[in-house]
C-alpha cells in the first residue's frame, strides 16, 4: 500500500490549517464562553436599561403637564351630570324614591304599575377604594312586564347614573290565579353616588367620577 507524501509546501499549509482550527478551539473552549459572551450579555444588559431610564425619565419630565390634564379632566367630570344633584346622602336617598315614583308614573302603557314599598338603605356598601359616597333605596314593585322593563330602561339609561342591584322578580300567585292585578312582584335595590362636597380645583388631582350608566340588572327569571 502506497503512502501519500505531502509536498513541503502542502505539509506547511496543512499545518497553518491544523494551527488555525486549534486556536479556533482554544478560543472558544477558552475565552468566548467563558469571557467574551458574558461580557456581551452584560453590554446588551446596559443597552436595555440605559432604554428603560430614558423612557421613565421622559415620562417624569411629562409629570406636571399629565397632573394638570388629570385634575382638570376631575374637576369636569366632578361637574358633570353623572352625580346626583344633592351633596347630602339622606336628601340624594329621598330623590332616588322620587325618581322611582316618577319612571312608574311615565309608564302606564301595556299594563299598570305600582310602587308598593321604597325604604333608605343605611349605609350603603362601597367597593374598597371607592372615592365617592353612595346613596340607595330599596324598591318594591307590582308590575306587568311591559311597564316594567320601560321602569327600569328609564332608570339606567338616563343620568345621572343610576345602578339596579340585587334585582328579584317572580309572579304573584294571587293575581295570576284570579286574571286581574299586576302579574309581576319586583325586588331590586336602587343606588346612584352623591356629588363630592367640594369639587376638584384646576391643578390639584382628582379621582375619576363613575364609569358608565348602570347596565347591571338581573335577568329576568
Known amino acids: 500500500m502506497k503512502t501519500l507524501k505531502l ?9 497553518v490549517g491544523l494551527l488555525l482550527l486549534a486556536l479556533l478551539l482554544a478560543y472558544f473552549l477558552l475565552l468566548h464562553w467563558w469571557f467574551v459572551a458574558p461580557l456581551r450579555d452584560i453590554a446588551a444588559q446596559m443597552d436595555d436599561l440605559r432604554d428603560t431610564q430614558s423612557r421613565y425619565a421622559a415620562a417624569i419630565a411629562e409629570k406636571p403637564l399629565l397632573q394638570r390634564r388629570i385634575a382638570a379632566l376631575g374637576a369636569g367630570r366632578a361637574a358633570s351630570s353623572a352625580f346626583l344633584p344633592e351633596d347630602d346622602p339622606n336628601t340624594a336617598t329621598a330623590d332616588l324614591m322620587q325618581r322611582v315614583v316618577d319612571a312608574v308614573g311615565a309608564h ?19 367597593a374598597a377604594g371607592e372615592p365617592y359616597r353612595k346613596a340607595a333605596a330599596s324598591i318594591n314593585l307590582s308590575c306587568d312586564i311591559e311597564p316594567l322593563v320601560g321602569v327600569l330602561q328609564s332608570l339606567e339609561q338616563g343620568t345621572p347614573y343610576l345602578f ?33 362636597a367640594n369639587t376638584a380645583p384646576a391643578g390639584a388631582a382628582s379621582s375619576p367620577a363613575p364609569d358608565g350608566a348602570a347596565d347591571a340588572t338581573g335577568a329576568m327569571p
Open 164 to 196: 339596579v342591584d340585587s334585582l328579584n322578580i317572580y309572579r304573584n300567585p294571587v293575581t295570576a290565579r284570579q286574571g286581574s292585578g299586576p302579574s309581576l312582584e319586583v325586588q331590586f335595590t336602587l343606588s346612584g353616588y352623591v356629588r363630592p
Open 108 to 126: 302606564t302603557q301595556g299594563g299598570s304599575c305600582t310602587v308598593t314599598q321604597k325604604m333608605p338603605v343605611p349605609n350603603p356598601q362601597v
Open 7 to 15: 509536498s513541503p509546501r502542502d505539509s506547511r499549509i496543512a499545518a
